[in-house]
């Protein structure tokens, strides 16, 4: 239980381990900042097609496997972006890290395989807040790097972690015997990976394409298009990537809409405040602190998630999940009301984060518990690849609103220029406090049912 959730952690890292160096990179690359914005971009896309795909090859042949397979990825592509400072090989390095992020579904998948059934909750709890603790951590870590180090020493840090998970992996963790013999779905494979490229490329680059631009709209389009298709060729597969049926469900549905808003509203809480506490003070408003003080801010939130999901699987355990679900949910929005009445103070702001990151862990800890317990045994590694893929789209939503509304909503401070106003953090905060709320309510409409398989 322990190295699967360091395992999390570790390919967790990779979502946020960027972002500290974009503003540095592209005048250490020669490049366009629109071009670095792919090292973010390209990870993102890579984990959203890998986590179903490596979910269902693992339910076939071997969660254990794949889970190794991944964590091979996650070295060689870190080992690659160490080694070059040329960008097209950074973004294939970068692929190769974000292909990774299918270990932590994969992790909760052997989890319920392997571990008695008084451990499972705690286990499952611990590896799936692993995505928020190893992303609140990438923050400070490569913020530090950033500043102190060469900028490449980030990517050996990620690749020596990453090879520690894989011995141990290799060396502890034992394969799952849960086995769904089948072939390969290459067509449905294709048309999700059309599909969610159509989906998060418009989501992600949007800002800078222009969200009324051609190629911004065509690819919606075809996501629109891609989506009837799936959902034709799908249920008529003998055996499918994804299962529709199992899928549309109304705990597995519910469940997932309430992961994409809890993704949303985490992810929307990190960035907006680390942008928050970075502002000038000039702008009357902002803490003036650099790269590292913003990353060590949310430093006590992922700490507090590796200590409250064990303490929550305990709780789901006796009143079961969704009241678990609904706490957390409403925990997180009471941290984004802290933020918005309390931010003066890099103290203020770190405690107002921390509360609302207790509520995440909340939440990601109960999550895979309510699908779980709506799905057969035997598509529980697809069906968790799925749920982390709409935490994704969650994730990467809330990036490219939070870019959006602190790009257009600005006001000129002297001497600087234009800068992100204060109101368009205090609406961040709400939106981020509006969908915590709207996942608690989604919550009370999930049925409460028997563990199936």
Same mark, same amino acid.
């Given at each position: 239980?322990?190295?699967?959730?360091?395992? @999390?952690?570790?390919?967790?890292?990779?979502?946020?381990?960027?972002?500290?160096?974009?503003?540095?990179?592209?005048?250490?690359?020669? !490049?366009?900042?629109?071009?670095?914005?792919?090292?973010?971009?390209? +990870? #993102?896309? &890579?984990?959203?097609? *890998?986590?179903?795909?490596?979910?269902?090859?693992?339910?076939m042949f071997g969660k254990r496997r794949m889970l190794i397979a991944g964590l091979v990825l996650l070295v060689v592509g870190s080992v690659l972006c160490a080694l070059t400072d040329e960008l097209n090989?950074?973004?294939?390095? =970068?692929?190769?890290?974000?292909?990774?992020?299918?270990?932590?579904?994969?992790?909760?998948?052997?989890?319920?395989?392997?571990?008695?059934?008084? !451990?499972?909750?705690?286990?499952?709890a611990l590896v799936s807040a692993s995505l928020g603790i190893g992303g609140g951590a990438g923050l400070p870590l490569a913020g530090l790097a950033a500043e102190r180090l060469d900028w490449h020493m980030v990517f050996w840090i990620?690749?020596?972690?990453?090879?520690?998970?894989?011995?141990?992996?290799?060396?502890?963790?034992?394969?799952?015997?849960?086995?769904?013999?089948? =072939?390969?779905?290459?067509?449905?494979?294709?048309?999700?990976?059309?599909?969610?490229?159509?989906?998060?490329?418009?989501?992600?680059?949007?800002?800078?394409?222009?969200?009324?631009?051609?190629? +911004?709209?065509?690819?919606?389009? @075809?996501?629109?298009?891609?989506?009837?298709?799936?959902?034709?060729?799908?249920p008529r597969r003998a055996e499918p990537l994804v299962d529709l049926r199992t899928t549309l469900r109304r705990p597995v549905l519910l469940t997932n809409?309430?992961?994409?808003?809890?993704?949303?509203?985490?992810?929307?809480?990190?960035?907006? *405040?680390?942008?928050l506490i970075q502002a000038p003070a000039e702008t009357g408003f902002g803490l003036g602190q650099g790269i590292v003080a913003a990353g060590l801010a949310l430093a006590p939130g992922a700490v507090m998630m590796s200590v409250v999901s064990p303490l929550s699987a305990r709780m789901a355990a006796r009143t079961g999940p969704r009241l678990t679900l609904l706490l957390g949910s409403f925990v997180n929005g009471a941290g984004f009301v802290l933020l918005i009445a309390y931010h003066d103070t890099l103290v203020q702001a770190a405690a107002a984060a921390t509360v609302s990151s207790m509520g995440a862990a909340m939440a990601y800890s109960s999550i895979? &518990? #309510?699908?779980?317990?709506?799905?057969?045994?035997?598509? *529980?590694?697809?069906?968790?690849?799925?749920?982390?893929?709409? =935490?994704?789209?969650?994730?990467? *939503?809330?990036?490219?609103?939070?870019?959006?509304?602190?790009?257009?909503?600005? !006001?000129?401070?002297?001497? #600087?220029?234009?800068?992100?106003?204060?109101?368009?953090?205090?609406?961040?905060?709400?939106?981020?406090?509006?969908?915590?709320?709207?996942?608690?309510l989604l919550t009370l409409a999930i049925p409460v049912g028997g563990r199936r398989g």
């Open positions: 239980m322990a190295l699967l959730a360091f395992s @999390g952690i570790v390919v967790s890292l990779m979502q946020t381990l960027v972002v500290p160096l974009l503003p540095h990179l592209p005048g250490l690359l020669g !490049r366009t900042p629109d071009d670095v914005a792919w090292l973010a971009t390209a +990870t #993102l896309l &890579a984990g959203a097609v *890998t986590m179903p795909v490596f979910g269902r090859l693992g339910d090989l950074l973004i294939a390095g =970068r692929v190769l890290q974000g292909a990774a992020m299918a270990v932590v579904p994969l992790g909760i998948s052997i989890i319920r395989d392997e571990l008695p059934p008084e !451990r499972v909750g705690g286990g499952i990620a690749a020596g972690v990453g090879a520690i998970g894989l011995v141990a992996v290799a060396w502890r963790v034992p394969e799952s015997p849960v086995r769904t013999p089948g =072939r390969v779905d290459v067509p449905g494979m294709v048309i999700l990976t059309a599909l969610l490229l159509c989906l998060l490329l418009p989501v992600s680059k949007g800002g800078a394409w222009g969200w009324g631009s051609p190629l +911004t709209l065509g690819l919606l389009a @075809g996501f629109l298009v891609l989506t009837v298709l799936f959902a034709v060729v799908e809409i309430v992961s994409v808003l809890t993704g949303f509203a985490m992810f929307s809480g990190f960035i907006a *405040t680390t942008q895979p &518990a #309510l699908i779980m317990r709506a799905v057969p045994v035997s598509e *529980t590694g697809a069906a968790n690849g799925l749920n982390a893929l709409m =935490r994704t789209v969650g994730t990467s *939503t809330a990036s490219a609103v939070v870019g959006m509304l602190l790009a257009s909503w600005t !006001r000129d401070v002297p001497a #600087l220029g234009a800068l992100p106003a204060h109101g368009a953090f205090l609406l961040i905060f709400w939106l981020g406090a509006a969908t915590s709320v709207a996942s608690g």
